[in-house]
Nanobody
Framework: QVQLVESGGGLVQPGGSLRLSCAAS????????MAWYRQAVGKQRGLVAR???????NYVDSVKGRFTISRDNSKNTVYLQMNSLKPDDTAVYYC?????????????WGQGTQVTVSS
C-alpha cells in the first residue's frame, strides 16, 4: 500500500504564494506518476498538475505560468509551488500517486490540504 501526507496549505492573500508538499511512503517507486488535484466547494475534483517518472509535466490551463510541480525521488516527495494565487484557486488540494501494473492503473490519495485565497 501507499500512504500520502500533504502539508503546506493555509490562508493567503490574493497575489501571494504557497508551497504544498506531499510525502509518499510504503510501496513507492520512482516510476509512479504523481499529481495534484483540487476540489472547490460544489465542484468536482479536477487535475491541477501531473509529473511522470520521466519528468513530463502537464498543467490545467488555469494555472499555467503560475504553478510549478516538481518531485524529489530521493525523498519520495512531490511539491506544488503556487504563485500569484487567486481567489478561484481556493480549494482542497489532494496529492495523487498513480501506479501502472499489467495495463491497469491504481490511484492512491492523500487526505487533502485546504488552500484559501482571500483578502
Amino acid at each position: 500500500q501507499v500512504q500520502l501526507v500533504e502539508s503546506g496549505g493555509g490562508l493567503v492573500q490574493p497575489g501571494g504564494s504557497l508551497r504544498l508538499s506531499c510525502a509518499a511512503s510504503g510501496r513507492v517507486s520512482s516510476i509512479d506518476a504523481m499529481a495534484w488535484y483540487r476540489q472547490a466547494v460544489g465542484k468536482q475534483r479536477g487535475l491541477v498538475a501531473r509529473i511522470t517518472s520521466n519528468g513530463s509535466l502537464n498543467y490545467v490551463d488555469s494555472v499555467k505560468g503560475r504553478f510549478t510541480i516538481s518531485r524529489d525521488n530521493s525523498k519520495n516527495t512531490v511539491y506544488l509551488q503556487m504563485n500569484s494565487l487567486k481567489p478561484d484557486d481556493t480549494a482542497v488540494y489532494y496529492c495523487n500517486l498513480r501506479k501502472l501494473h499489467l495495463g491497469n492503473t491504481f490511484d492512491f490519495w492523500g487526505q487533502g490540504t485546504q488552500v484559501t485565497v482571500s483578502s
